[in-house]
Protein backbone atom coordinates (compact mmCIF):
# COMPACT_ATOMS: atom_id res chain seq x y z
CA UNK A 1 0.00 0.00 0.00
CA UNK A 2 2.94 2.41 0.85
CA UNK A 3 4.66 1.87 -2.55
CA UNK A 4 0.85 2.79 -4.30
CA UNK A 5 0.61 6.08 -2.41
CA UNK A 6 4.44 6.85 -2.94
CA UNK A 7 4.26 6.40 -6.57
CA UNK A 8 0.88 8.30 -6.92
CA UNK A 9 2.43 11.42 -4.93
CA UNK A 10 5.35 11.23 -7.19
CA UNK A 11 2.98 11.58 -10.34
CA UNK A 12 1.13 14.14 -9.36
CA UNK A 13 4.65 15.82 -9.31
CA UNK A 14 5.00 15.37 -12.72
CA UNK A 15 1.49 16.09 -14.30
CA UNK A 16 0.78 12.35 -14.17
CA UNK A 17 -2.98 11.60 -12.69
CA UNK A 18 -1.85 9.36 -9.54
CA UNK A 19 -4.94 7.04 -9.79
CA UNK A 20 -3.55 6.00 -13.40
CA UNK A 21 -0.35 5.03 -12.17
CA UNK A 22 -1.14 3.18 -8.96
CA UNK A 23 -3.48 1.32 -11.32
CA UNK A 24 -0.57 0.31 -13.34
CA UNK A 25 1.05 -0.79 -10.20
CA UNK A 26 -1.84 -2.71 -9.46
CA UNK A 27 -1.86 -4.24 -12.82
CA UNK A 28 1.39 -5.04 -12.97
CA UNK A 29 1.97 -6.49 -9.38
CA UNK A 30 -1.49 -8.70 -10.08
CA UNK A 31 0.25 -10.06 -13.24
CA UNK A 32 3.49 -11.46 -11.48
CA UNK A 33 1.17 -12.48 -8.63
CA UNK A 34 -0.24 -15.00 -11.71
CA UNK A 35 2.91 -15.54 -13.11
CA UNK A 36 3.54 -17.10 -9.81
CA UNK A 37 0.84 -19.42 -9.92
CA UNK A 38 1.47 -20.36 -13.31
CA UNK A 39 5.37 -20.99 -12.43
CA UNK A 40 4.02 -22.96 -9.40
CA UNK A 41 1.65 -25.03 -11.82
CA UNK A 42 4.06 -26.34 -14.22
CA UNK A 43 7.05 -27.08 -12.28
CA UNK A 44 4.25 -28.65 -9.89
CA UNK A 45 2.45 -30.81 -12.82
CA UNK A 46 6.67 -31.53 -14.09
CA UNK A 47 7.66 -32.91 -10.00
CA UNK A 48 4.09 -34.88 -9.68
CA UNK A 49 4.18 -36.78 -13.33
CA UNK A 50 7.99 -37.63 -12.50
CA UNK A 51 7.18 -38.82 -8.52
CA UNK A 52 4.38 -40.92 -9.99
CA UNK A 53 6.01 -42.82 -12.50
CA UNK A 54 9.70 -43.59 -10.56
CA UNK A 55 7.35 -44.20 -7.60
CA UNK A 56 5.16 -46.56 -8.99
CA UNK A 57 7.04 -47.98 -11.79
CA UNK A 58 5.11 -46.83 -14.73
CA UNK A 59 6.24 -48.14 -18.14
CA UNK A 60 10.36 -48.24 -17.99
CA UNK A 61 12.20 -46.13 -19.70
CA UNK A 62 14.56 -48.56 -21.11
CA UNK A 63 12.08 -50.98 -22.97
CA UNK A 64 12.99 -51.52 -26.67
CA UNK A 65 10.74 -52.11 -29.09
CA UNK A 66 12.93 -52.91 -32.37
CA UNK A 67 9.83 -54.02 -34.50
CA UNK A 68 8.60 -49.82 -33.73
CA UNK A 69 11.85 -47.60 -34.01
CA UNK A 70 11.86 -43.93 -34.60
CA UNK A 71 8.28 -43.91 -34.82
CA UNK A 72 6.64 -40.09 -34.93
CA UNK A 73 4.15 -38.93 -32.40
CA UNK A 74 1.29 -40.32 -31.70
CA UNK A 75 -1.46 -41.10 -29.24
CA UNK A 76 0.86 -44.03 -28.08
CA UNK A 77 4.15 -42.34 -27.98
CA UNK A 78 3.41 -38.59 -27.82
CA UNK A 79 6.61 -37.48 -28.31
CA UNK A 80 7.43 -40.21 -30.35
CA UNK A 81 10.20 -43.52 -30.76
CA UNK A 82 13.98 -43.26 -30.64
CA UNK A 83 16.18 -45.36 -32.48
CA UNK A 84 15.64 -48.53 -30.30
CA UNK A 85 11.71 -48.07 -30.08
CA UNK A 86 12.09 -46.40 -26.62
CA UNK A 87 9.13 -44.39 -25.45
CA UNK A 88 10.59 -40.63 -25.54
CA UNK A 89 7.73 -39.21 -23.72
CA UNK A 90 8.33 -42.11 -20.49
CA UNK A 91 12.18 -41.02 -21.03
CA UNK A 92 11.67 -37.49 -20.57
CA UNK A 93 9.54 -37.97 -17.45
CA UNK A 94 11.78 -40.28 -15.85
CA UNK A 95 14.72 -38.17 -16.57
CA UNK A 96 12.87 -35.26 -14.74
CA UNK A 97 13.32 -37.59 -11.60
CA UNK A 98 17.69 -37.49 -12.14
CA UNK A 99 17.42 -33.56 -12.91
CA UNK A 100 15.33 -32.21 -10.04
CA UNK A 101 16.95 -34.59 -7.79
CA UNK A 102 20.17 -32.96 -8.92
CA UNK A 103 19.11 -29.41 -8.96
CA UNK A 104 17.69 -29.38 -5.39
CA UNK A 105 20.65 -31.02 -3.80
CA UNK A 106 22.79 -28.50 -5.71
CA UNK A 107 20.71 -25.90 -4.43
CA UNK A 108 19.92 -26.56 -0.59
CA UNK A 109 23.30 -27.59 0.00
CA UNK A 110 25.32 -24.38 -1.12
CA UNK A 111 22.60 -22.71 0.46
CA UNK A 112 23.17 -23.87 3.56
CA UNK A 113 26.82 -23.37 3.21
CA UNK A 114 26.87 -19.65 1.54
CA UNK A 115 24.54 -18.87 4.29
CA UNK A 116 26.89 -19.86 7.13
CA UNK A 117 29.58 -18.38 5.34
CA UNK A 118 27.71 -15.12 4.38
CA UNK A 119 26.46 -14.90 7.72
CA UNK A 120 29.70 -15.03 9.52
CA UNK A 121 31.55 -12.72 7.75
CA UNK A 122 28.56 -10.33 8.07
CA UNK A 123 28.21 -10.37 11.57
CA UNK A 124 31.56 -10.84 13.18
CA UNK A 125 33.55 -8.62 9.96
CA UNK A 126 36.96 -8.03 10.11
CA UNK A 127 39.83 -10.32 9.78
CA UNK A 128 37.05 -13.57 9.50
CA UNK A 129 35.18 -11.22 6.69
CA UNK A 130 37.80 -10.91 4.58
CA UNK A 131 39.30 -14.52 4.90
CA UNK A 132 36.03 -15.79 4.19
CA UNK A 133 35.59 -13.39 1.43
CA UNK A 134 38.36 -14.15 -0.52
CA UNK A 135 37.71 -18.01 -0.67
CA UNK A 136 34.41 -17.19 -2.48
CA UNK A 137 36.44 -14.47 -4.58
CA UNK A 138 38.83 -17.37 -5.72
CA UNK A 139 36.02 -19.90 -6.50
CA UNK A 140 34.34 -17.03 -8.33
CA UNK A 141 37.81 -16.55 -10.39
CA UNK A 142 37.07 -19.94 -12.07
CA UNK A 143 34.15 -19.84 -15.01
CA UNK A 144 31.27 -21.87 -13.39
CA UNK A 145 31.82 -24.30 -16.36
CA UNK A 146 35.40 -25.16 -15.96
CA UNK A 147 34.86 -25.13 -12.41
CA UNK A 148 32.72 -28.09 -12.87
CA UNK A 149 34.57 -29.37 -15.52
CA UNK A 150 37.43 -29.56 -13.46
CA UNK A 151 36.11 -31.60 -10.68
CA UNK A 152 34.38 -34.02 -13.32
CA UNK A 153 37.84 -34.71 -14.50
CA UNK A 154 39.24 -35.14 -10.88
CA UNK A 155 36.20 -37.43 -9.76
CA UNK A 156 35.62 -39.16 -13.42
CA UNK A 157 32.71 -39.47 -15.65
CA UNK A 158 29.67 -39.33 -13.99
CA UNK A 159 27.20 -37.59 -11.78
CA UNK A 160 29.90 -37.05 -8.59
CA UNK A 161 31.73 -35.06 -9.90
CA UNK A 162 29.01 -33.04 -11.42
CA UNK A 163 27.58 -32.81 -8.14
CA UNK A 164 30.61 -31.71 -6.08
CA UNK A 165 31.52 -28.95 -8.70
CA UNK A 166 27.84 -27.67 -8.92
CA UNK A 167 27.83 -27.32 -4.94
CA UNK A 168 30.85 -25.74 -4.94
CA UNK A 169 30.30 -23.22 -7.86
CA UNK A 170 27.04 -22.24 -6.43
CA UNK A 171 27.62 -21.48 -3.02
CA UNK A 172 29.26 -18.27 -3.50
CA UNK A 173 26.11 -16.65 -4.72
CA UNK A 174 24.46 -17.49 -1.31
CA UNK A 175 27.53 -16.22 0.56
CA UNK A 176 27.36 -13.00 -1.19
CA UNK A 177 23.89 -12.21 -0.60
CA UNK A 178 23.47 -13.44 2.54
CA UNK A 179 26.70 -11.12 3.90
CA UNK A 180 25.31 -8.88 1.95
CA UNK A 181 22.17 -8.59 3.92
CA UNK A 182 23.55 -8.77 6.99
CA UNK A 183 25.69 -5.83 6.74
CA UNK A 184 22.60 -4.08 5.80
CA UNK A 185 20.61 -5.62 9.05
CA UNK A 186 23.59 -5.53 11.39
CA UNK A 187 22.90 -1.53 11.85
CA UNK A 188 19.27 -2.09 11.89
CA UNK A 189 18.06 -0.72 15.08
CA UNK A 190 16.46 -3.95 16.69
CA UNK A 191 20.01 -5.73 16.49
CA UNK A 192 21.85 -2.74 17.98
CA UNK A 193 19.27 -2.91 20.68
CA UNK A 194 19.69 -6.48 20.94
CA UNK A 195 23.75 -6.04 21.33
CA UNK A 196 22.35 -3.53 24.14
CA UNK A 197 20.64 -5.79 26.36
CA UNK A 198 23.78 -8.23 26.15
CA UNK A 199 22.25 -11.08 24.26
CA UNK A 200 24.44 -13.67 22.94
CA UNK A 201 25.73 -13.74 19.04
CA UNK A 202 24.24 -17.04 19.27
CA UNK A 203 20.68 -15.31 20.12
CA UNK A 204 20.98 -12.45 17.96
CA UNK A 205 21.85 -14.67 14.46
CA UNK A 206 19.54 -17.85 15.27
CA UNK A 207 16.29 -15.46 16.52
CA UNK A 208 17.67 -11.72 15.04
CA UNK A 209 19.38 -12.41 12.16
CA UNK A 210 18.44 -15.54 10.43
CA UNK A 211 14.89 -15.38 9.73
CA UNK A 212 15.59 -12.01 7.73
CA UNK A 213 18.54 -13.46 5.64
CA UNK A 214 15.99 -16.97 4.85
CA UNK A 215 13.44 -14.94 2.58
CA UNK A 216 15.97 -13.66 -0.09
CA UNK A 217 17.85 -16.78 -0.18
CA UNK A 218 14.74 -18.68 -0.98
CA UNK A 219 14.14 -15.79 -3.84
CA UNK A 220 16.62 -16.86 -5.36
CA UNK A 221 16.97 -20.47 -4.90
CA UNK A 222 14.47 -20.75 -7.95
CA UNK A 223 17.14 -19.20 -10.41
CA UNK A 224 19.91 -21.10 -8.90
CA UNK A 225 17.70 -24.26 -8.95
CA UNK A 226 16.89 -23.70 -12.60
CA UNK A 227 20.97 -23.41 -13.71
CA UNK A 228 22.04 -26.43 -12.02
CA UNK A 229 19.52 -28.36 -13.83
CA UNK A 230 20.65 -26.50 -17.24
CA UNK A 231 23.72 -26.91 -16.60
CA UNK A 232 23.88 -31.37 -15.51
CA UNK A 233 21.95 -31.16 -18.99
CA UNK A 234 24.58 -29.51 -20.73
CA UNK A 235 27.08 -31.61 -19.35
CA UNK A 236 25.40 -34.80 -20.25
CA UNK A 237 24.74 -33.70 -23.77
CA UNK A 238 28.32 -33.90 -23.82
CA UNK A 239 28.57 -37.10 -22.18
CA UNK A 240 30.40 -35.87 -19.03
CA UNK A 241 27.40 -36.00 -16.52
CA UNK A 242 25.05 -39.43 -16.69
CA UNK A 243 25.80 -42.07 -18.61
CA UNK A 244 23.29 -44.58 -20.65
CA UNK A 245 21.38 -46.00 -20.42
CA UNK A 246 20.48 -43.61 -17.41
CA UNK A 247 17.41 -41.21 -19.02
CA UNK A 248 18.65 -37.48 -18.56
CA UNK A 249 17.08 -34.82 -20.43
CA UNK A 250 20.81 -33.64 -22.23
CA UNK A 251 21.50 -37.04 -22.45
CA UNK A 252 18.35 -37.49 -24.82
CA UNK A 253 18.69 -34.57 -26.78
CA UNK A 254 22.43 -35.86 -26.97
CA UNK A 255 20.85 -39.21 -28.14
CA UNK A 256 18.61 -37.80 -31.23
CA UNK A 257 20.92 -35.55 -32.79
CA UNK A 258 22.06 -38.09 -35.66
CA UNK A 259 18.45 -38.10 -36.04
CA UNK A 260 17.73 -34.12 -36.36
CA UNK A 261 16.69 -34.21 -39.94
CA UNK A 262 14.98 -37.40 -40.22
CA UNK A 263 13.09 -37.99 -36.78
CA UNK A 264 13.31 -34.82 -35.38
CA UNK A 265 10.76 -35.66 -32.06
CA UNK A 266 13.78 -37.26 -30.51
CA UNK A 267 15.62 -34.02 -29.70
CA UNK A 268 13.10 -31.04 -30.51
CA UNK A 269 10.37 -32.33 -28.12
CA UNK A 270 12.45 -33.15 -25.03
CA UNK A 271 14.34 -29.99 -25.49
CA UNK A 272 10.70 -28.03 -25.47
CA UNK A 273 10.13 -29.81 -22.56
CA UNK A 274 13.24 -28.84 -20.30
CA UNK A 275 12.32 -25.05 -22.09
CA UNK A 276 8.69 -25.12 -20.40
CA UNK A 277 10.28 -26.19 -17.01
CA UNK A 278 12.85 -23.22 -17.49
CA UNK A 279 9.93 -20.65 -18.19
CA UNK A 280 7.85 -22.37 -14.89
CA UNK A 281 11.22 -21.58 -12.45
CA UNK A 282 11.79 -18.12 -13.85
CA UNK A 283 8.15 -17.37 -13.24
CA UNK A 284 8.40 -18.81 -9.43
CA UNK A 285 11.67 -17.13 -9.32
CA UNK A 286 9.79 -13.66 -10.72
CA UNK A 287 7.16 -14.06 -8.48
CA UNK A 288 8.68 -14.58 -5.33
CA UNK A 289 10.91 -11.65 -5.98
CA UNK A 290 8.11 -9.55 -6.68
CA UNK A 291 6.42 -10.34 -3.41
CA UNK A 292 9.70 -9.99 -1.16
CA UNK A 293 9.58 -6.55 -2.89
CA UNK A 294 5.91 -5.58 -1.59
CA UNK A 295 6.97 -6.87 1.79
CA UNK A 296 9.97 -4.47 1.80
CA UNK A 297 8.10 -1.54 0.29
Sequence with gaps: MSATVAAAAEASDIGIPGAV??????SRRRGRGIGLWIGATIV??????TVIVNVFGIGH???????????????AHPFGTDSQGR?????????????????????LVPMAIGMVVGLV?????????????RIVDAVLAFPFVVLIIAFV????VGLTGVYVGLIVGSFPAFARLTRGEMLVLREQQFMMAARTLGYSNRRIIFKHALPHLV?????????NMLGNILAVAALSYLGLGAQPPTPEWGAIISEGQSYLLSSWWISTLP????????VGFSLIGDGLAERLRNRTG
Design 271 to 278: GLFVVIVG
Design 44 to 49: GVVVAA
Design 121 to 133: AGFFGGWLDSVLM
Design 87 to 107: DVFLRTIYAGWLDMQVGLVTT
Design 153 to 156: TIFG
Design 61 to 75: PDQLNLLDTLAGPSA
Design 21 to 26: LAGDEV
Design 215 to 223: RPNLVYAPS
